[in-house]
């Protein structure tokens, strides 16, 4: 069955009727731009064929009640009428109740809803299968509550002070902002001050393909979270609002105020700002080469000097990169600490490449890699 038949089985086994709308919200792939949404910076991901499906429909009182079809249809009800706290005996519970809460904080009045959840986003992968839950659910309550002027820049928001505040990572607007705004065909460039957003259509001949590295992000969110701090700590010593705010000469001239590892951590988002905005150009004029060597720039980056990325990951990039040559390129995409690798080469090559890593690559665990082509898509939307 596929994921959007799981959300309406959910759905209709929970409670005996068919769904009145399906929401599908996508994950998200960053082609460039790691690190640098919350630094008030630029970011080049793509929404992805993969996402959350939702099947909804409003009920006559004010209860909020989540069928989840991947946790064996495990439910979240509650009042909206009530104060909105999560459910520690419920894993999922807080990415449900928080936007229900970012809702509240807003003003914005919420009726009732019936929804069934089904995801096919490689959880843990980095590919934002809880942004893509978040905008989706945002989508949903706007429907059932007549909440008709929101716009698809509001459900990001919505959904990225969920997060911040509810489910607690300190997460930037990048991948709520991909997966509520994406246009098929075309990655986003978005300038996250801003918050304009630039659709930068893919050209034909290129493929995008995700290779998940099967090591999993742990610690991950402790791990974010100090490097954002760390970023901060920096801009404030430099007076700035933002590290957007600065270049590199600007950055080394400063270098002797600033502790080395702050440095560093700063250096990577300085220069991937300008590989970020360099790449776009790149993608934009089908220059495979120039953007596969600032994807490479990219990764030594997150690398040496923002140090998130670990030794089977980089391995892992390097194949690709070896194997790819000078006709596109791989880093590592996302958070960090393992998740996913994306590379980016001809159509032509990717069946020699895909099976170059079959025969070459194996996860943690001895496995084959999960591995993705990527389609452009479009962002949140009601299907019917
Ligand atoms: C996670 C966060 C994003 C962004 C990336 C790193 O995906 O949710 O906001 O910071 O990491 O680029």
Known sequence: MNTKDRAIAAFEAQFGRAPSAIIFAPGRVNLIGEHTDYNDGFVLPMAIQYGTYLAIAPRDDSQFCAVAADFDGQVDSFALDDAIVPNPQISWSAHIRGIAHSYRQRGLALSGINVAIAGDVPAGAGLSSSASLGVGLSVALAHVSGQNTLTATDHALIAQQSENAFVGTACGIMDQLVSARAEAGAALMIDCRSLETTPVTMPNDLSVLIVHSGVERELADSAYNERREQCENVAKAMNVPALRDINIEQLEAAQNKIPDIAFRR?????????????????????????????????????????????????????????????????????????????????????????????????????????????TPSSGADLLS
């Open 266 to 374: 700063a250096r990577h988002v300085v220069t991937e700002n300008a590989r970020t905005l360099a790449a776009a150009q790149a993608f934009k004029d089908g220059n495979h080469q120039q953007l596969g060597e600032l994807m490479g720039q990219s990764h030594l980056s997150m690398r040496d000097d923002f140090a998130i990325t670990t030794p089977k990951v980089d391995a892992l990039v390097a194949l690709l990169q070896q194997a790819i040559g000078k006709h596109g390129g791989a880093r590592m995409t996302g958070g960090g600490f393992g998740g996913c690798v994306v590379a980016i080469m001809p159509q032509s090559l990717l069946p020699s490449i895909m099976q170059h890593v079959e025969t070459h690559y194996q996860t943690p665990k001895g496995a084959k890699p999960l591995m993705i082509a990527a």
